[in-house]
């Protein structure tokens, strides 16, 4: 089963932050919070990941709340094209990197 | 992309024929995995590989079988095709990074897909 809890969906305006939020109460000490998403019919897609430190890359932030259990995905000037499903995953340890997804959320950007 | 491709991208078979995908990759990472995905659910996964001739199962293994004669491919066989079975499949490599303390991170990227329809 996925460790994650995710909103269904979220709408968001084109040029606002999307802030997509991620619970993980169960997360342990090692273990690294990921975020993928899949645009329609692609591919899922590798957008971030984080330990404990906030992340930030050319796609998007990722803030970790200090007790771990929960995060949120930011994409600070979000597009027509970030439309997609956003899925926070936390692999299970020494798993050969096996990734569960749930169902993710659905964000849908809107002009 | 990592390199990934699949082939065919489509295909359209008929119920109890053979089917084999095929996934390559160009940059010799040793973790390869196959996903399927349909409509309701996310990804699940089916099997995956940790290095030539070394495979095991996913989540929905049932129905379906993989060889990795060599480093670059995976393939995903199913010996007898159900309309069960029709579904987007992904192929998947994982890249593995070491951390200055130990342990290390994850990583996967995916191919672009294969949408098999079985009648």
């Known amino acids: 089963d996925a460790k994650t809890t995710q909103p269904p969906s979220m709408d968001c305006a084109e040029g606002r932050a999307a802030n997509l939020p991620c619970n993980h109460s169960?997360?342990?000490?090692?273990?690294?919070v990921y975020w993928y998403r899949q645009i329609h019919s692609q591919g899922p897609q590798y957008i971030i990941h984080?330990?404990?430190n906030n992340e930030t890359n050319e796609m998007a932030s990722l803030i970790i709340t200090e007790d771990r259990k929960s995060s949120t995905l930011i994409l600070p000037h979000a597009t027509l094209r970030d439309t997609a499903v956003y899925y926070c995953?936390?692999?299970?340890?020494?798993?050969?990197?096996?990734?569960?997804f749930g169902q993710g959320t659905e964000l849908s950007v809107k002009p | 992309d990592a390199g990934i491709t699949q082939s065919p991208r489509h295909k359209v078979t008929e119920t109890g024929t053979p089917v084999t995908l095929r996934c390559h990759q160009t940059?010799?990472?040793?973790?390869m995995y196959w996903y399927r995905q349909d409509p309701g659910h996310g990804l699940r996964l089916i099997h995956y590989s940790y290095g030539v001739k070394d495979t095991d199962k996913g989540e929905v293994s049932d129905g379906y079988s993989v060889s990795r004669s060599k480093t670059e491919d995976f393939l995903l066989t199913l010996e007898s095709a159900t309309s069960s079975q029709t579904s987007v499949y992904f192929c998947?490599?994982?890249?593995?990074?070491?951390?200055?303390?130990?342990?290390?991170?994850?990583?996967?990227?995916f191919g672009p897909g294969t949408r098999l329809t079985v009648l």
């Open positions: 995953i936390v692999p299970w340890e020494n798993q050969g990197g096996k990734l569960i």
């Open positions: 169960t997360i342990s000490g090692n273990e690294y």
């Open positions: 998947a490599i994982n890249s593995h990074r070491v951390g200055l303390a130990g342990g290390g991170t994850d990583t996967q990227y």
């Open positions: 940059e010799n990472h040793r973790y």
């Open positions: 984080g330990l404990k």
